[in-house]
């Protein structure tokens, strides 16, 4: 695994390897007790689960302050920690056994990050954190409508909701009213994988949410924007 690591992630130091295989070795002890991934061969979890977690890492400038929204395991912000230790990270998931194994990694790994157990919708009307993030990450969680309801509420004007998809042509179509609704611009990077098509949709907030979003908790993925 380190081998693979230096040959994929350039300029990556030991720390920063020994950091991610005691992530590994974590993930695949608890994933035994708890559904955390499919995904456990060293090769693959490398590729699609670390490398992956890493495209979103040359537009966070210094100091970002994130968001990870249905963050599972800790895809993409343990291993975007691992190499950035600068960035101010709060991780999100509904499923409190996860935000357990989180709290675990962080103190196995030395690293400094939030994790909180809360539902998408809640924490977006909570009015310490509605509009307090420079970014909001989120992989494998919703579709691009239903996502941009959990995630653009947290952000400042100006800040950007890092969307980690697949092909997203037909989905980037049905996401016009949320676009719309939410004031927000949406752009699409291609990210180099070598397993199909993977993209990044950044999408920026214009201006302040409408104070109806999120709606509650269920209603963002049960009738899409
Ligand atoms: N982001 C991780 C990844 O890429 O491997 C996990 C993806 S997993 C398929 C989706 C995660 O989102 C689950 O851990 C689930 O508990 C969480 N989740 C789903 N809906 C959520 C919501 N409304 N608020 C917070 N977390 C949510």
Redesign the pocket.
């Known amino acids: 695994m380190r081998e693979l690591l230096k040959r994929r992630i350039p300029n990556i130091t030991e720390e920063a390897c020994d950091k991610f295989v005691a992530y590994y070795e974590l993930l695949i002890d608890w994933n035994a007790r708890m559904n955390l ?1 499919a995904i456990t061969e060293p090769d693959e979890v490398v590729s699609k ?1 670390f490398i992956d ?1 890493l495209a979103a890492m040359p537009y966070l400038a210094d100091g970002t302050k994130a968001a ?9 912000s343990i291993p975007l920690l691992i190499m950035r230790p600068d960035l101010r990270l709060t991780l ?4 409190q056994k ?1 935000v357990t194994f989180l709290n675990e990694v962080c103190k196995t790994l030395g690293l400094r990050a939030e994790c909180v157990h ?4 809640d ?1 977006g009307r909570d009015p310490n954190r509605r509009a307090s993030f420079d970014a909001v990450l ?5 579709s691009l409508p239903t996502l941009l309801e ?1 995630t653009v509420p947290l952000l400042r004007v100006g800040g950007k909701a890092y969307c ?1 998809k697949g092909d997203v042509g037909e989905e980037l179509k049905s996401a016009k009213s949320a676009l719309h609704l939410l004031h927000c611009s949406a752009e699409v990077v291609p990210v180099e994988a070598d397993y199909g098509a993977r993209t990044l949709v950044i999408c920026t907030k214009n201006a302040p949410t409408p104070a109806a979003y999120p709606r509650k ?1 269920g209603m ?2 049960k009738k899409p924007l």
């Open positions: 991934t689960h977690s990870d929204v249905g963050t599972g395991a800790g895809f993409p999100v998931d509904s499923l996860r809360a539902r998408a919708e924490f989120s992989r494998a969680v919703a959990l980690y908790a963002p993925s």
